[in-house]
Structures are given as structure tokens and as C-alpha cells.
T-cell receptor, first 112, second 109 residues
């Protein structure tokens, strides 16, 4: 069974903290993605990666960075968390041939 | 830039009713279209994937159709149940993957 896991379901951090969100997939997919989802704004792509050590900016990369040292793991980093980064963060991986995308359970991040 | 629209934004039906959710997109040059379900506070669960060369896909009580030329897809849910209550999102893939805002479905017992 296809599985994408995220390190935390809920996270509360203080303004200025460095935050790491981890995502792991067990399907050997090359493509992985980080989105944030906010009411009224839908899903917005932050960063994506087509392979190990590769990263591409999405629509809203400002304030974020990513790391992909291993194929199965894609990390999202908030260098200095701010209150406007309070959101639901969703990780996804995509199967290359058919293009089906699979999502993790999400991390609800609150920055106070 | 591809735009994906889902109408209606919310829908409430009595249990047992058949219903159709709509998804439209502006650029017909897509690779595939995927329907997802999202429960409150949870991630997205893939329901059906339709490749650009296909017209429809079925899974249980769900049937998704694709008309690329008109930029439309529908998700048909037969004999709706309260457990079907969720937000349903469609997403189209061209060079990127673009998501609709979703339709929030409530099925009343």
C-alpha cells in the first residue's frame, strides 16, 4: 500500500524558531512536493524535487527552503518562523509513469 | 496559466441521492486529471486518476469522466452515504499540477 508519512500531525512553534517538517515516502518515487493549504487560498506549491539533491521553487517559496538528501525523504525548513506561516502543510509524492499523486496526512503548524 | 474551477463550492444532499461534482479547466493540454477526497484536518486521499487519453474511470460508487476538448470533468457519486461527507478536489496536470478549491459535500442521514 502506498504511504506518505509526515513527522508531526500538530506542531506549535514560536516566532523566529527554525522549524523542520519531515516527509517520507515508501514508493520509490522521484517526485516529491510541499504544499501549504489555507482557507480561501487552496493548495499552493512551495517547493518540489524531481530527484535526490534537486529542488525547484514553486509558487510561494519565500521564507522556506528544502532538503532532499535521500530519495525517500523530503524536508521543508522554515529558517525563521513567522506567524504568517501558520498553516496546514501537505507533502506529496508522485508516481512518474502514470502521474498519480499521493499525499501525507498533513502537519498543522501554529506559529505564535 | 492553467485555472481549475469547481462548482458548486458546497453541496448538501439527503442520503441515498446520486450526485455530480463539477470541475472545469482552462487549458485542454493536460496529461491527466485526478480527483481527491479531503476530510477535515486531514491530507488528500486519491480517488480516481484519468489519463488524457481516457474518457472515464470507475471505482465502486464513484465514476469520473473527462472531456478534454470542453475542459470539463465530473465526479459522479451513486447512492450517497453520510460517510461520503468531505471536500472533493480535482487537480489537472500539465507541466505543473493545479488544484481546484474543492466542493464541500454534506450527506445528511
Amino acid at each position: 500500500d502506498v504511504k506518505v508519512t509526515q513527522s508531526s500531525r500538530y506542531l506549535v512553534k514560536r516566532t523566529g524558531e527554525k522549524v523542520f517538517l519531515e516527509c517520507v515516502q515508501d514508493m520509490d518515487h522521484e517526485n516529491m512536493f510541499w504544499y501549504r493549504q489555507d482557507p480561501g487560498l487552496g493548495l499552493r506549491l512551495i517547493y518540489f524535487s524531481y530527484d535526490v539533491k534537486m529542488k525547484e521553487k514553486g509558487d510561494i517559496p519565500e521564507g522556506y527552503s528544502v532538503s532532499r538528501e535521500k530519495k525517500e525523504r523530503f524536508s521543508l525548513i522554515l529558517e525563521s518562523a513567522s506567524t504568517n506561516q501558520t498553516s496546514m502543510y501537505l507533502c506529496a509524492s508522485r508516481e512518474r509513469v502514470l502521474g498519480e499523486q499521493y499525499f501525507g496526512p498533513g502537519t498543522r503548524l501554529t506559529v505564535t | 496559466k492553467q485555472e481549475v474551477t469547481q462548482i458548486p463550492a458546497a453541496l448538501s444532499v439527503p442520503e441515498g441521492e446520486n450526485l455530480v461534482l463539477n470541475c472545469s479547466f482552462t487549458d485542454s493540454a493536460i496529461y491527466n486529471l485526478q480527483w481527491f477526497r479531503q476530510d477535515p484536518g486531514k491530507g488528500l486521499t486519491s480517488l480516481l486518476l484519468i489519463q488524457s487519453s481516457q474518457r472515464e474511470q470507475t471505482s465502486g460508487r464513484l465514476n469520473a469522466s473527462l472531456d478534454k476538448s470542453s475542459g470539463r470533468s465530473t465526479l459522479y457519486i451513486a447512492a450517497s452515504q453520510p460517510g461520503d461527507s468531505a471536500t472533493y478536489l480535482c487537480a489537472v496536470k500539465d507541466n505543473d499540477m493545479r488544484f481546484g478549491a474543492g466542493t464541500r459535500l454534506t450527506v445528511k442521514p
